[in-house]
């Protein structure tokens, strides 16, 4: 059985299928389904749509399937299969789960890797803008519109992405574009590979100029969270041999002056990793579940000034943890004002076993909720 590459998102979902109308969960059941196919299944499957063109679920399997496609697949078969149920799905429903799904399965690359098919590119690019005169401001089909193109006409996804005011998207682009991504797996949302002609061509230059000179909360932020994640990946698989982070490590100083809150800039890698080591990856984890894996509490102590005025309650924090169980990051998000600082001293102190995912430690976010509660006079 070929293992799916699931993101940690996807990992938090159940795995119960869902009935009608298909939810993420369903359509992330589809997808492990449709990795683990045989041949012989695959075949039954098109056989299927061929008698049910509108069996979205059907397609969505034989997607998954064909990201990896087995040893000795005729490509050419595979590519011709990929564009044809693509280019359904885009055509008849553009806001289907599966383009909000995470995972590249529905992208069409104009170069980079084995399956990349630069006329089927063309054509699903000519098929979401449509869906997008079709269907003008629709938020929806625009992102998915951004993520199908950005890497084979980033001018146009600049465009949409203008217009829309979308400063985050704008500066995932601009930072890709820096990297010189040519796309991402089929099996997850990671950069696939970098081509050093893409980072010389002039929309590249531009987009390292914009930044540079940018000040916007938003761009700044998802700029150095792409430029250091994704070139963190590709230095530590061999696919980039430019050093981003003089660059990465600007921006995100920038980021971390606009956006001191942001937890996504806490977990950055700031430095090149080692070959074949990729960084960490952050998940989150529910505060019961995180709740089984603390070592060490410290007790809040209920502050005097709280106990005058009859002040009791639960004060829920948001609590990142590093890669040794410690607490890295704690930020109040609700709960009466006296009682927050005991409980940010408290929970600071506490640690956990560290926690891993394919066997490797990574950051968690989680939630602690500490109570108040007055003894009876």
């Known amino acids: 059985m ?22 993420m969960k369903g359509t992330f059941n589809l997808l492990e389904k449709g990795s683990n196919l045989s041949a012989q299944d695959a075949e039954k499957l098109e056989e299927r749509v061929k008698k049910k063109p509108d069996d979205a679920e059907a397609r969505i399997e034989l997607l998954a399937y064909y990201a990896a496609p087995p040893a000795g697949a005729d490509l050419s078969t595979v590519k011709a299969a990929r564009s044809r149920h693509i280019l359904w799905l885009i055509e008849n429903d553009p806001r289907d789960e599966l383009f909000r799904a995470g995972k590249g399965v529905y992208l069409l690359h104009c ?26 401001g629709d938020a929806e089909i625009r992102r998915a519109a951004v993520v199908a193109i ?23 682009l601009y930072a890709a574009a820096v990297l ?16 050093p002609a893409l980072r010389k061509r002039p929309f590249a230059e531009k987009a390292q100029r914009a930044l540079e000179e940018a000040t916007d909360r938003d761009l700044l932020v998802a700029a150095a969270v792409t430029l250091l994640r994704s070139g963190a990946i590709l230095w530590a698989d061999g696919k980039l041999d430019w050093d981003y982070t003089p660059l990465g490590n600007r921006l995100l100083a920038k980021a971390r002056n606009a956006a001191p809150e942001a937890i996504s800039l806490l977990t950055l890698p700031t430095t090149l990793p080692a070959r074949g080591e990729r960084p960490p990856v952050t998940i989150r984890v529910g505060g019961n ?48 004002g006296e009682l927050i ?37």
């Not at 950005?150 to 995932?172: M, V």
């Open 289 to 336: 579940a995180q709740q089984a894996n603390r070592i060490r509490s410290v007790p809040p102590r209920y502050p005097q000034r709280a106990r005058e005025l009859g002040i009791q309650g639960s004060v829920q924090l948001t609590v990142v943890l590093g890669l040794d169980g410690k607490v890295l990051y704690l930020h109040p998000d609700t709960g009466p």
């Open 2 to 23: 070929r293992a799916f590459l699931w993101s940690a998102v996807a990992i938090m979902f159940g795995s119960t299928l869902q009935a009608q109308p298909r939810d």
């Open 111 to 136: 170069a980079g890797d084995d399956l990349a098919d630069p006329e089927a590119s063309r054509s699903a690019e000519e098929a979401w803008l449509e869906q997008l005169k079709r269907n003008p």
């Open 180 to 195: 010189g991504i040519t796309g991402v797996s089929y099996l997850s949302n990671d950069p696939a590979g970098s081509d």
């Open 341 to 377: 600082p005991a409980s940010m001293e408290s929970v600071r102190q506490w640690e956990y076993r560290p926690t891993t995912l394919d066997g490797k430690p990574c950051y968690v976010v989680t939630t602690v909720v500490v109570n108040y509660v007055l003894s009876p006079k």
């Open 150 to 172: 950005q890497y084979c006409s980033p001018e146009k996804a600049e465009q949409l992405l203008i217009e829309a005011k979308d400063t985050s998207g704008l500066g995932r």
